[in-house]
């Protein structure tokens, strides 16, 4: 349970920023040394709090000043990296999964000897508000250490500087308070326990942060450390948070919310584990998704979700995107479904914002936000990528066009309420996302004129104009994925609409249900299919069939700049049959059971030879699909390319100039549910006793033992498997 790297590479800060993650949901911090300044990318990364810095920027999250900045000097010099690095003996930086801790160790040689620090960090699970640091450092020789330690309010920001003043304040508890020009604002306290034989300190105030420099004499190898609680809180708190916080941040030690935080993932690993014997680094890849997951969860919240890059910074602008509905929802609906509802709650919020979007697009209904800020903002620009060459902004067509969002919402609350038995959440809002998105949708499908004539084209409703989810081929027609998603809507409002009893209703508003259940009956039946090659391969849209076809690597050899975006109208992908991630193959992981397994096979085939899988959504829903043509060999390499998606050095940072990095929620999701759906191969049957898991399992044959628990309609399960036997079993415990 221990994800560690030795050694010390300055270079590493961006990606060890994100792979040593903590966090508790309402806050995540990025895996910084303590001493990092804002160059080197530390944040403490604010759920659900967003503010736009100048009319010329992007709106994004906040990052909150940071109470974790420390740095030590000894006899006058200062061993801080990375401007020490040539001093550096040995580094090592952790995350201890099962108490939910980052740890990190330096050693660093000086004239005198070597000099030892080590921290232990951790935002508290039981305390939304709450960051804990232990900084401890020793020496082999007699010495004068100092310990510069305080509130940082100088911070990273992708699109900022977002406080225009600070409000700094000294004492026994100090606090740095940054201030938007609109009066939001963040703010971080700090309290210090002192150790160690310590001669002076004194206070130093600069513009944006506040330090104590604390002067230890230390003998050969005795300790001086600090222990630090820190309190990070937002004027938005009170809107977004279940409840005010009840924590007594002057009560509160180190030592106790180590206890806390400790007992907290105990209980969590034992009900959350997979266990995956004869795979440990595989197995280890998982349960980093799961915790990782876990640190994001918006639990302290009554509305909120899970922004695409989690909490690791403010790249995509902290906004949420379908990866929450499509990828993520399945971990927490099967484990924590408390978390399940706030996230589709957020989507109840979001109805205004997509009500206003539709609108503005020209259609009726809800048309959800590409990238989500608070009430359903739309945070996506037109211009979202930048020409490397030129260095200017690309008209992309995502937050206009990219119309399989709104079904994705629908989606993911159809999982909710068939998985959990919690039909609740429709009379809570969800029916009216349900209906409002179906009638979006049925605003959109147009009689069919264009000039082809296929016959079975002729009376078909069409989908115009659209991005799929391959975002490199823009502004197309009958994107498959995007039309049967369509088609899910309004079967699943017809659906709704067919069980609601409607026994007070007026006549006429009777009438009206009826007229309106024949027009989705007629949308239904009239939405267009895909067309088909001869040998059963689904064009992904009107006219793919006919686009240049060439392998990825011919495409990649085409660039002039490894940073060029493939898509848009100069992009190299574009006139070309390579897609930048699942498409189809998504479509069919969906909906399986509506083909025969040739042709599950057939599409798998022709199209991963041409995926470029430049997004980290993509792998996991190859495999899936592998794993349900049993092709579980070939579905492995994209469990593991998902599951360790930020274990590895990233393969892609930037997006024609933009910075893409951070870590990727949707990944370690589409892993777990490669584990549940594909490896395992659980469904949900309906019967009379009510919804009851069925595994058909398949394990990559180098696995002895799958096994985990789950929750399904409200009671938890222990799933176990090996290659010759399956199990479930009713586990004990009471879903929360
Ligand atoms: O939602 C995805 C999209 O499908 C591909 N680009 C990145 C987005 C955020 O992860």
Known sequence: ??????????????????????????????????????????????????????????????????????????????????????????????INMALGIHLRKTVFKTQQGQVNIESRRFASMTAHNILALEYIVTADFDAEIIITSGIDGNVWDVNGPHFVRHNIVDGEIMSVEGVCDNGLSVKTLEKVEIKGNLKSQSVIKEDKRILRALTFAVKKDEQCSIKKVAYVSTSKDLQIAK??????????TYDELLVAQTEYWKSFWVENFVTIEGDKEAETALNYCIYSLQIIAPR?????????????????????FWDTEMFMLDYFILNDIGTARTLLKYRIDGLKGARIKAKQEGFDGAFYAWESHENG???????????????????????????????????????????TGDFSILADGGLEIILECADFYMSMLSQRFSHRQDSDRVGKLELHDVVGPDEYHERVNNNAYTNRMAKFVLEYALEVLKKQTATSVSQVEKNRITAYKKKLKKCIEAICQPRTSKDGVIEQFDGYFELEDVSVDEVRSRLKDKREYWGGSNGVASTTKIIKQADVVTMLALFKNEYDIQTLRKNLEYYEKRTEH????????????????????????????????????????????IYIGGSHPASWGGAYQMMVYGFAGLTLKQTKKGITPVLNPRLPTHWKRLAFKCSIAGKRYNINITNKKHSIKSAKYKEK
């Open 300 to 320: 302290h919240a009554k509305a909120l979700s899970i922004p695409a890059r989690g909490l690791s910074g403010q790249v995509y602008k902290g906004a949420v």
């Open 1 to 94: 349970m221990i994800i560690k790297e030795v050694g010390y590479n300055k270079e590493n800060y961006a990606h060890f920023g994100t792979k040593f993650l903590i966090g508790n949901g309402y806050m995540g911090v990025r895996g910084t040394p303590e001493e990092y300044t804002k160059e080197y990318m530390p944040a403490i990364n604010i759920a659900g709090v967003y503010n736009l810095a100048a009319p010329d920027k992007w709106r994004e999250s906040l990052n909150a000043p940071n109470p974790f900045f420390v740095k030590i000097a000894i006899g006058g010099t200062e061993l801080a990296l990375p401007d020490a690095t040539n001093k550096v003996l040995l580094h090592e930086q952790s």
């Open 243 to 252: 409840k005010t916080s009840d924590t007594n941040f002057l009560s509160l």
């Open 377 to 419: 903002l739309e945070a996506c620009t037109k211009f979202n990528v930048t020409d490397v060459f030129t260095g200017r902004s690309v008209r992309t067509y995502f937050m206009d066009k990219q119309v399989h969002i709104s079904a994705a919402i629908v989606y993911g609350l159809h999982k909710y309420t068939s998985m």
């Open 614 to 657: 430049g997004s980290s959504l993509s792998a996991c829903m190859y495999g899936l699909l592998h794993c349900y043509c049993d092709s579980v060999q070939d579905a492995y390499p994209m469990f593991v390319k998902s599951a360790a998606v930020d274990l590895v050095t990233p393969s892609k940072l930037w997006a024609g100039g």
